[in-house]
Nanobody, 125 residues
Framework: QWKLVESGGGLVQPGGSLRLSCTAA??????????IGWFRQAPGREREGVSCISSQDNRTYYSDSVKDRFTVSRDNAKNTVYLQLNGLKPEDTAVYYC????????????????WGQGTRVTVSS
């Protein structure tokens, strides 16, 4: 039916920043109707929840490992959800995914219905 598309990943030095974007394809699907979760998966590791934002009240939640460094936000005019990554550490290296669901699913990846293909973030000096 539709999918999510992530962008904005790349190579950055420790302490650097990136802004990841999550959009819908096709664009007629509006992300403001969905709760959005951000997840990441490093080699040899399970997929872990990073952050999420609810659909109506824009309540946000962050894992302890990224709290105070990452920020999730929406720009409904652009039909885009962002994840701002600040103070990046080597252990943040992973493929980052966004996911959408009609209900609030928190940081449980198995509860989300729609997924993107991921964007790779590499933090290295």
């Amino acid at each position: 039916q539709w999918k999510l598309v992530e962008s904005g990943g790349g190579l950055v030095q420790p302490g650097g920043s990136l802004r990841l974007s999550c959009t819908a394809a096709p664009s007629r699907f509006r992300l403001d109707y969905y709760s959005i979760g951000w997840f990441r998966q490093a080699p040899g590791r399970e997929r872990e929840g990073v952050s999420c934002i609810s659909s109506q009240d824009n309540r946000t939640y962050y894992s302890d490992s990224v709290k105070d460094r990452f920020t999730v936000s929406r720009d409904n005019a652009k039909n885009t959800v962002y994840l701002q990554l600040n103070g990046l550490k080597p252990e943040d290296t992973a493929v980052y995914y966004c996911a959408a669901d009609g209900g609030y699913r928190g940081l449980y990846p198995f509860l989300y219905e729609y997924w993107g293909q991921g964007t790779r973030v590499t933090v290295s000096s």
